[in-house]
């Protein structure tokens, strides 16, 4: 069936250095997709979107990456901080579908001091 | 501006109560979600609102649970004969009408437990 998921749970990084969190979909009508970050005990939070016409869009320090070839996509954070720390996750929408989001399951990612 | 917000913030009932859900949608926000997500998992798609459409309720797990949005603002998730499994956070978001994709704006949640 349809799904979002993730390649790793858990991301650890140290702070200063990159952080890379990747995402797999499966359906290849998918043509929205967006990463939010998930603070503890807040709402998910709009970091990143992308339409599937681009393979690259950057924003402040983040950039998203889309490979429709292999039905991948990842989130790059550069020069990690600690209030980076927080749940990832990804999520797709599709034309037709009352554009509701498919999350993945979400990455944890933890900046070492 | 005010974002999204949901009322109340937790709710803690006996199985078999019903509860009602509040959201507040940022204002001229045409579509309204909500979602469900259990610990430490993703988010899951009850029900979406577009103006005044009918509502998609596809994702609605089983007829114990509805919504309602009035006047094509606030809306009401409502869970009849509360059951230990509903225990989760709901989150409702609210998006501007489009057709190729759009960011949607979440509100804290409402974190229910179901004793």
């Known amino acids: 069936g349809e799904s979002v998921g993730l390649h790793l749970p858990t991301l650890s990084v140290q702070e200063g250095d990159n952080s890379i969190i990747n995402c797999a979909y499966s359906?290849?009508?998918?043509?929205?997709f967006i990463w939010y970050k998930q603070e503890s005990g807040k709402g998910p939070q709009f970091i990143i979107d992308?339409?599937?016409?681009?393979d690259k869009r950057q924003g402040q320090r983040v950039t998203v990456l889309l490979n429709k070839t292999v039905k991948h996509l990842s989130l790059q954070i550069a020069a990690t901080q600690p209030g980076d720390s927080a749940v990832y996750f990804c999520?797709?929408?599709?034309?037709?579908?009352?554009?509701?989001?498919?999350f993945g399951s979400g990455t944890q990612l933890t900046v070492l001091p | 501006g005010a974002g999204v917000s949901q009322s109340p913030s937790n709710k803690v009932t006996e199985k078999g109560k019903d509860v009602e859900l509040r959201c507040d949608p940022i204002?001229?926000?045409?579509?309204l979600y909500w979602y469900r997500q259990s610990l430490g998992q993703g988010l899951e798609f009850l029900i979406y609102?577009?103006?005044?459409?009918?509502?998609?309720k596809s994702g609605l797990p089983s007829d114990r649970f509805s919504a309602e949005r009035t006047g094509g603002s606030v809306s009401t998730l409502t869970i009849q004969r509360t059951q230990q499994e509903d225990s989760a956070v709901y989150l409702c978001?609210?998006?501007?009408?489009?057709?190729?994709?759009?960011?949607?704006?979440f509100g804290p949640g409402t974190r229910l437990t179901v004793t």
């Open positions: 978001a609210s998006s501007t009408l489009f057709t190729s994709g759009g960011e949607q704006y």
């Open positions: 204002s001229g926000h045409t579509a």
């Open positions: 999520a797709d929408s599709r034309a037709g579908s009352a554009r509701q989001l498919t």
């Open positions: 359906n290849s009508a998918s043509d929205y």
């Open positions: 609102f577009q103006g005044n459409s009918a509502p998609d």
């Open positions: 992308i339409r599937s016409n681009m």
